[in-house]
């Protein structure tokens, strides 16, 4: 859901970029708080993960594509601010070495993704981990629904966006953008779930956030398959 | 845990993310995705621009400059791609550590 450039009315993309530059900037004062020895080197590396698999188009129905997020998994990994900065530094980069994404349309596209998707999504998953204590299986469901979440989400916000713009009536451009990424969002749901898994059979103790039977850190040692 | 051992991690991680770029990236659909769909059927599509900026964009669309295989080009372009943008935001991320004010739990 890359928006290019000539999509948005430049008022629109003027408009989207402030809310987007000013959670950036607040993103980057926690992150003087938030980001502790062990976060440090997973910032990298999950950018570098999120912009991998957004490479990774796959078919979805009738001479569509969609390509994974990687939202919701990086605000399950490092929490919804860090995950913000996450989106906006992968969507910068695509946006200035490989024209993905338009430059004005930036702004836009770091709200769609990264503020409504990893921040606001993240935040709602965060709220929920914490009141529902759940446990590992009702965890993950809870992620992949928070990925296919976001996928809608951006949808919506893309949609606005184009609407407001005069680019294409909301009524077309809607249920349209909906429709395609709601089947999106089942991939995008799925392969959620199945690295956090990965990861919470690994390393649980790195995700920030986390079922209520995950083994923390000091536990793991010793203990046989399975932990 | 350790630093060396979320590094292990760490590097796992940026190896996978690595190799899927690498090697699943030229085999990606080549269809339009949700937007550029919507976009051509509802009959927007035409009004995309190229930023002057992305004019001179090294890879545009994933296509790495001085290449002749469109399947290798992309494979390249995600490979160094990646690696670009772990180091970009590992970069930010050491700066921010620095920033850090003393003292904090």
Known sequence: ?227 | MDRRSTRAFAAVVLALAVALAMGLSPLASPSPDGLERVAADTGFAAGERTHAVQRSAPAPDYAFPGIGDARLATAVSGFVGTLAVFAAAHGLALVLRRRRRPASP
């Open chain 1, 1 to 227: 859901m890359h928006i290019p450039d000539g999509f948005l009315d430049g008022q629109v993309a003027a408009a989207a970029a402030v809310p987007a530059a000013a959670a950036v900037a607040y993103a980057l004062r926690r992150a003087e708080r938030d980001l502790d020895e062990r976060r440090v080197p997973l910032l990298g590396v999950t950018s570098a993960f999120v912009f991998a698999v957004q490479m990774l188009n796959f078919p979805v129905a009738g001479g569509t594509s969609g390509h994974l997020l990687g939202a919701a998994l990086a605000a399950v990994l490092l929490g919804p601010w860090l995950a913000c900065l996450v989106m906006t530094v992968v969507l910068a980069a695509q946006a200035l070495a490989f024209a993905d994404g338009g430059v004005t349309a930036l702004g836009a596209n770091v709200l769609n993704m990264g503020v409504i998707g990893a921040l606001t999504v993240g935040l709602g998953m965060a709220v929920a981990v914490r009141a529902l204590r759940p446990g590992r299986t009702a965890f993950l469901g809870m992620a992949a629904a928070g990925a296919w979440l976001a996928v809608m989400l951006g949808a919506l916000g893309t949609s606005v966006e184009l609407g407001i713009s005069g680019t294409a009536p909301l009524g077309a451009v809607l249920p349209a953008m909906l429709g395609v990424h709601a089947l999106i969002g089942v991939g995008e749901a799925v392969v959620t779930a199945a690295a956090l898994g990965a990861v919470l059979a690994a390393r649980p103790d790195l995700l920030a956030l986390r079922p209520r039977d995950a083994a923390p850190a000091a536990a793991r040692v010793g203990i046989g398959a399975g932990a």
